[in-house]
Protein backbone atom coordinates (compact mmCIF):
# COMPACT_ATOMS: atom_id res chain seq x y z
CA UNK A 1 0.00 0.00 0.00
CA UNK A 2 1.13 3.33 -0.80
CA UNK A 3 1.25 5.78 1.67
CA UNK A 4 1.58 9.77 1.32
CA UNK A 5 4.97 11.33 1.21
CA UNK A 6 5.48 13.10 4.75
CA UNK A 7 8.46 15.41 4.27
CA UNK A 8 10.97 16.20 7.58
CA UNK A 9 10.63 19.70 8.77
CA UNK A 10 12.94 21.06 10.86
CA UNK A 11 10.22 22.93 12.69
CA UNK A 12 8.43 18.90 13.54
CA UNK A 13 10.94 17.26 14.17
CA UNK A 14 13.30 16.01 17.25
CA UNK A 15 15.86 13.32 17.24
CA UNK A 16 16.04 10.32 19.91
CA UNK A 17 19.42 8.72 19.98
CA UNK A 18 19.11 5.41 21.95
CA UNK A 19 21.27 3.30 23.58
CA UNK A 20 24.41 4.19 21.94
CA UNK A 21 26.59 2.68 25.00
CA UNK A 22 30.23 1.45 24.99
CA UNK A 23 29.41 -1.95 25.26
CA UNK A 24 26.46 -2.15 22.55
CA UNK A 25 28.93 -0.63 20.01
CA UNK A 26 31.26 -3.49 20.27
CA UNK A 27 28.07 -5.68 18.84
CA UNK A 28 27.64 -3.80 15.73
CA UNK A 29 28.83 -5.80 12.94
CA UNK A 30 26.21 -5.02 9.86
CA UNK A 31 28.64 -1.96 8.62
CA UNK A 32 32.21 -0.61 9.91
CA UNK A 33 33.12 0.51 13.02
CA UNK A 34 34.75 3.32 11.94
CA UNK A 35 31.64 4.56 9.27
CA UNK A 36 29.32 3.82 11.71
CA UNK A 37 30.58 6.13 14.32
CA UNK A 38 31.00 8.65 12.14
CA UNK A 39 27.71 8.30 11.03
CA UNK A 40 26.92 8.29 14.37
CA UNK A 41 28.17 11.57 14.80
CA UNK A 42 26.86 13.27 11.69
CA UNK A 43 23.45 12.77 12.69
CA UNK A 44 24.40 14.48 15.72
CA UNK A 45 26.03 17.24 14.13
CA UNK A 46 22.93 18.07 12.30
CA UNK A 47 20.55 17.66 14.89
CA UNK A 48 22.80 20.21 16.30
CA UNK A 49 23.00 22.67 12.63
CA UNK A 50 18.99 22.22 12.49
CA UNK A 51 18.47 22.55 16.29
CA UNK A 52 16.37 20.28 16.84
CA UNK A 53 15.00 18.81 19.93
CA UNK A 54 17.34 16.00 21.20
CA UNK A 55 16.79 13.24 23.71
CA UNK A 56 19.71 10.77 24.98
CA UNK A 57 18.83 7.65 26.60
CA UNK A 58 20.68 4.26 27.96
CA UNK A 59 19.67 0.97 29.11
CA UNK A 60 20.91 -0.63 32.14
CA UNK A 61 24.61 0.87 31.34
CA UNK A 62 25.45 0.12 35.00
CA UNK A 63 25.45 -3.57 33.75
CA UNK A 64 27.38 -5.03 30.28
CA UNK A 65 25.75 -2.50 27.79
CA UNK A 66 28.04 0.25 29.14
CA UNK A 67 28.08 4.23 29.30
CA UNK A 68 26.89 6.06 26.34
CA UNK A 69 29.07 7.43 23.78
CA UNK A 70 31.12 10.50 25.60
CA UNK A 71 30.91 12.26 22.49
CA UNK A 72 27.24 12.46 22.00
CA UNK A 73 27.02 13.39 25.80
CA UNK A 74 29.44 16.31 25.01
CA UNK A 75 27.42 17.51 21.84
CA UNK A 76 24.37 17.70 24.12
CA UNK A 77 25.42 18.59 27.56
CA UNK A 78 21.87 20.22 28.33
CA UNK A 79 19.71 17.51 26.00
CA UNK A 80 17.49 15.15 28.24
CA UNK A 81 19.15 12.54 28.95
CA UNK A 82 17.20 9.24 30.60
CA UNK A 83 18.93 6.24 31.97
CA UNK A 84 16.51 3.26 32.15
CA UNK A 85 17.08 1.02 34.45
CA UNK A 86 16.24 -1.81 33.14
CA UNK A 87 12.97 -1.20 30.29
CA UNK A 88 14.33 -2.78 27.03
CA UNK A 89 12.01 -0.74 24.90
CA UNK A 90 13.16 2.88 25.80
CA UNK A 91 9.03 3.42 25.30
CA UNK A 92 8.27 1.88 28.44
CA UNK A 93 10.26 4.64 30.63
CA UNK A 94 7.87 7.35 31.67
CA UNK A 95 10.59 9.48 31.53
CA UNK A 96 11.46 9.06 28.31
CA UNK A 97 7.96 9.43 26.42
CA UNK A 98 7.83 12.48 28.44
CA UNK A 99 10.78 13.96 27.16
CA UNK A 100 9.93 12.86 23.92
CA UNK A 101 5.89 14.65 24.35
CA UNK A 102 7.84 17.67 25.93
CA UNK A 103 9.38 18.80 22.38
CA UNK A 104 5.90 19.18 21.00
CA UNK A 105 7.18 17.86 18.06
CA UNK A 106 5.46 14.92 15.99
CA UNK A 107 7.87 13.76 13.55
CA UNK A 108 10.69 11.42 15.65
CA UNK A 109 14.14 10.68 14.15
CA UNK A 110 15.40 7.83 15.80
CA UNK A 111 18.95 5.87 15.57
CA UNK A 112 20.26 3.60 18.02
CA UNK A 113 21.87 -0.01 18.84
CA UNK A 114 21.28 -2.54 17.96
CA UNK A 115 18.55 -1.97 15.61
CA UNK A 116 15.91 -4.53 15.76
CA UNK A 117 15.50 -4.03 19.52
CA UNK A 118 16.78 -0.37 20.75
CA UNK A 119 15.44 0.79 17.22
CA UNK A 120 12.50 -0.79 16.76
CA UNK A 121 10.53 -1.00 19.62
CA UNK A 122 10.31 2.33 20.44
CA UNK A 123 9.86 3.14 16.83
CA UNK A 124 6.61 0.85 16.78
CA UNK A 125 5.62 1.96 19.58
CA UNK A 126 5.99 6.04 18.42
CA UNK A 127 3.92 4.69 15.47
CA UNK A 128 1.03 3.00 17.96
CA UNK A 129 0.92 6.30 19.54
CA UNK A 130 0.52 8.32 16.77
CA UNK A 131 3.82 9.86 15.92
CA UNK A 132 5.56 9.85 12.41
CA UNK A 133 8.96 7.85 12.39
CA UNK A 134 11.69 8.57 10.55
CA UNK A 135 14.50 5.51 11.63
CA UNK A 136 18.54 6.92 10.20
CA UNK A 137 20.11 3.32 9.05
CA UNK A 138 23.52 4.06 8.59
CA UNK A 139 23.18 5.49 12.81
CA UNK A 140 22.15 2.18 13.79
CA UNK A 141 23.71 -0.72 13.83
CA UNK A 142 23.03 -4.58 14.58
CA UNK A 143 24.97 -8.43 14.38
CA UNK A 144 24.52 -8.91 10.61
CA UNK A 145 22.51 -7.92 7.57
CA UNK A 146 20.06 -10.70 8.15
CA UNK A 147 19.20 -9.43 11.70
CA UNK A 148 19.09 -5.59 10.37
CA UNK A 149 16.86 -6.50 7.03
CA UNK A 150 14.53 -8.05 9.20
CA UNK A 151 14.55 -5.31 11.49
CA UNK A 152 14.06 -2.83 8.59
CA UNK A 153 11.19 -4.82 7.45
CA UNK A 154 9.33 -4.90 10.26
CA UNK A 155 9.71 -1.20 11.33
CA UNK A 156 8.57 -0.36 7.21
CA UNK A 157 6.03 -2.63 7.20
CA UNK A 158 4.34 -0.40 9.93
CA UNK A 159 5.24 2.62 8.58
CA UNK A 160 8.07 3.97 9.62
CA UNK A 161 10.48 5.94 6.78
CA UNK A 162 13.88 4.07 6.57
CA UNK A 163 16.59 7.34 5.62
CA UNK A 164 20.09 7.54 6.20
CA UNK A 165 21.77 11.22 7.48
CA UNK A 166 22.64 12.33 4.46
CA UNK A 167 19.30 12.09 3.24
CA UNK A 168 17.84 13.47 6.10
CA UNK A 169 19.85 16.07 6.00
CA UNK A 170 19.27 17.20 2.54
CA UNK A 171 15.31 16.46 3.26
CA UNK A 172 15.61 19.08 6.24
CA UNK A 173 17.40 21.77 4.36
CA UNK A 174 15.53 22.08 1.15
CA UNK A 175 16.88 24.54 -0.97
CA UNK A 176 21.16 24.69 -0.87
CA UNK A 177 20.56 28.79 -0.96
CA UNK A 178 19.22 28.42 2.89
CA UNK A 179 23.35 28.11 3.64
CA UNK A 180 25.51 27.22 1.17
CA UNK A 181 28.65 27.03 3.58
CA UNK A 182 26.75 25.49 6.53
CA UNK A 183 25.54 22.01 5.35
CA UNK A 184 28.59 22.05 2.68
CA UNK A 185 30.91 21.95 6.22
CA UNK A 186 28.45 19.48 7.91
CA UNK A 187 28.66 17.47 4.76
CA UNK A 188 32.40 17.80 4.20
CA UNK A 189 33.32 16.87 7.95
CA UNK A 190 31.65 13.53 7.74
CA UNK A 191 32.16 12.69 4.03
CA UNK A 192 36.27 12.98 2.71
CA UNK A 193 34.62 13.00 -1.33
CA UNK A 194 32.21 15.62 -0.50
CA UNK A 195 35.15 17.66 1.02
CA UNK A 196 37.34 17.47 -2.21
CA UNK A 197 34.20 18.57 -3.63
CA UNK A 198 33.46 21.94 -1.60
CA UNK A 199 37.06 22.33 -1.58
CA UNK A 200 36.84 22.55 -5.65
CA UNK A 201 33.72 24.51 -5.12
CA UNK A 202 35.06 26.84 -3.14
CA UNK A 203 38.41 27.58 -5.18
CA UNK A 204 36.40 28.04 -8.17
CA UNK A 205 34.67 30.80 -6.11
CA UNK A 206 36.94 32.71 -4.23
CA UNK A 207 37.74 35.22 -6.88
CA UNK A 208 34.32 35.70 -7.45
Known amino acids: MNTPYKRLDKDQAAVLLVDHQTGLLSLVRD ?13 ADLASYFKL ?11 PNGPLVPELKQQFPDAPYIA ?10 EDFVAAVKATGRKQLIIAGVVTEVCVAFPALSALEAGFDV ?10 NEITRDSAWARMSASGAQ ?10 LHRDWRNDVEGLGTLFSNHIPDYR ?7 SLTAGK
Open 53 to 63: PTILTTSFEDG
Open 134 to 143: FVVTDASGTF
Open 84 to 93: RPGQINAWDN
Open 196 to 202: NLINSYT
Open 162 to 171: LMTWFGLACE
Open 31 to 43: IDPDKFKNNVLAL
